[in-house]
């Protein structure tokens, strides 16, 4: 199942998957999404089976498991219209940057940013903060990592 809390669950969901995808072998509507984002991430495939990895933030390290995670929550938010007005959003970014990708990760940062915060401060997630970071990254958008 992949809706667990368990990490280990999740990553092995996933490298389970990916390996499907690579098999040819059929896959159920959440590993179709799963494995067409791990897709446009080569820089990802080979680290898909190391579900024991640590990855450290503060050492320039991204957690790709994470990184798909966030692609994943912003696609279902967007399936969903979720919370109000992030299509609007999302639309106005991908006019700005005119990639999807590129779109997906400036919003991925706002959601980043928002659950960094909850779990540092042990506070609900803030909708609202999340949509103040998208305006801003609608609006001062600068640079696309």
């Not at 940013?113 to 998208?134: G, V």
Request: charged share 20%; proline share 5%; aromatic share 12%.
């Amino acid at each position: 199942m992949f809706y667990s809390q368990d990490r280990t669950v999740q990553r092995k969901f996933l490298a389970n998957a990916w390996q499907k995808f690579l098999d040819n072998n059929p896959l159920d509507p959440l590993e179709v999404q799963l494995t067409s984002i791990v897709e446009i991430h080569p820089e990802y495939h080979h680290l898909i089976n190391n579900i024991e990895s640590e990855y450290f933030p503060e050492s320039g390290e991204v957690n790709p498991f994470l990184h798909i995670n966030l692609h994943l929550s912003l696609r279902e938010q967007l399936s969903i219209s979720q919370p109000p007005g992030i299509n609007n959003y999302y639309t106005k970014i991908l006019s700005k940057v005119k990639d999807h990708h590129d779109a997906e990760h400036l919003m991925m940062d706002c959601i980043g940013e928002m659950i960094f915060s909850s779990q540092k401060y042990n506070t609900e997630m803030d909708i609202q903060a999340y949509i103040r970071c998208l305006e801003y990254k609608y609006l001062g958008l600068s640079n696309v990592d």
